[in-house]
């Protein structure tokens, strides 16, 4: 798991399953009982389509230590590996409440934006929601979940917004942001 305190360049998760006070001593952490920092992404939380054959359910995620002055969080999963030369869009969530601590296992259902806990925007598969991994036969790619602790309680974006439209706002209000870089290849 990288951790930052900044935005550092291109940003590359049905209901809450945790809720409480998320502001703690320390530096932001993002978890996960499903995914590992390195490691590869196991076959439930692959896409379905374009030739995989997985679950696409979305990693349950938990985090801690947000900063004073956290007003909302948002959360994306990127792959900086897709032969696109813009990277490809997984997942990109915003309004997610300060109170909370974790979204749970299969959370970010495909094709839904507006959902208990949060708002998923258009990812590169063309709606929002959760899309697994599923890159082309070759090398693996990474799969980068970063949260963002932010300084605004809503993201003023609409529901069809690229990622990269929601990347550059997510950089204007960022406090901090943690990471797990995963990977997946066929």
Do not use: K
Request: glycine letters at 16%.
């Amino acid at each position: 798991m990288r951790i930052s305190g900044h935005f550092l360049g291109g940003i590359a998760a049905a209901t809450l399953c945790f809720s409480a006070p998320a502001f703690a001593q320390g530096a932001l952490t993002l978890t996960s009982p499903d995914i590992a920092e390195g490691a590869a992404i196991t076959d439930p939380f692959i896409l379905n389509g374009f030739g995989c054959t997985g679950g696409n359910q979305s990693p349950a995620l938990s985090w801690d230590g947000a900063p004073e002055g956290t007003a909302s969080f948002a959360l994306t999963m990127y792959d900086p590996d897709a032969p696109t030369g813009s990277g490809w869009w997984h997942w990109v969530v915003v309004d997610i409440p300060a109170t909370s601590t974790g979204l749970a296992g299969g959370w970010g259902v495909s094709g839904v934006s507006a959902l208990e806990g949060g708002r998923q925007t258009r990812t590169d598969f063309g709606a929002p929601g959760y899309g697994g991994p599923c890159p082309p036969p070759g090398d693996p790619h990474r799969y980068v979940f970063t949260l963002y602790a932010l300084d605004i309680p809503m993201m003023e974006v609409p529901d069809d917004a690229s990622g990269a439209m929601v990347g550059f706002n997510i950089g204007a209000h960022t406090l901090a942001s943690a990471r797990i870089t995963a990977q997946y290849g066929r």
